[in-house]
């Protein structure tokens, strides 16, 4: 059994762990490096990479616990895998769960582990898959209003309204609009401190935008920035949209940058991962409104026996 040598993600790590990802096909946002790197901060993740197999865990995703996510691995090593992550966690001496599990994962711990975990879907955390020419053309009837919300934006502003790609000359711009719209939606409580980790990660990936890989659009009104978005490939077919902001006085300006993320930055990969909605209702019902081609269900495991 492989001994795990966990370590906070370095840029140094991008190549492997991106080969594993890619190797493996996985289409999930949980393993974009991008976010994994850039979120560090806000989930105490940590990597080991080791014999080809990639490990990740929060320390700080759940209070009192360490979750680790499914070890990416050749199927022959599945279960090795996670006795490794079981041993990691009985090192640690703390509670531990599973966190994120695809169906496909599920299916396999049941295999090799029948009835030793608890499971139970975690709806706020399904990512949201589309088509990647759906959303670049939003043709269709399902699709119409947004079709249409983009066309009012563009026809309203006109050639006023500029977009050009997101790059390392020009993310300082971004993080100034950045920046103003943190101080618009500032708020107190848990929501507040949800929005200032998310502050400090677009910071963190902006700084390194290059290394991480990251491409993007920035949206201008009259030079004024008023919108951006950025995202990177995840395994291959998938392009994983990160972040996306918009100046709340622009109407419908969300769905031309949402448009042009997909036209400018997509157009190589099959399919566009726009993430969870970590239960927030209006998020969910805007993600929804696009008409996923398939929701990828999460599930977490917890130590005990199954019923």
Known sequence: ????????????????????????KISSCQFAFAAVFSLQDKYGTEVCIIEGRLFLRSRRRTPGRVDYFAPLCAAEHFAESVAAVEASAADEGLPYALFGLTEQNVEALRRIAPGRYLIEEQRDWAEYIYDTRSLATLEGSALKQKRKDARICRKTYGERLTTEPLTAQNAADAWVFQQEWSAYHQNGGEAGEQLAAEHRAIRCALTHYTALGLTGVLLRLEGRVVGYSYGCPVGGQTYDILVQKAAPDVK????????????????????????????????????????????????????????
């Open 1 to 24: 059994m492989v001994n795990l040598d966990f370590r906070p993600p370095g840029l140094e790590m991008r190549a492997a762990f991106e080969e594993i990802v890619w190797r493996e």
């Open 252 to 307: 419908y300006l969300y769905r031309v940058v949402f448009q042009e993320a997909v036209r400018q930055c997509a157009m190589d990969c099959a399919y566009v991962n726009a993430e969870e909605d970590i239960g927030l209702e209006g998020l969910r019902k805007l993600k929804l409104s696009y008409h996923p081609l398939l929701l990828l269900r999460k599930f977490n495991a917890v130590p005990g026996e199954e019923l």
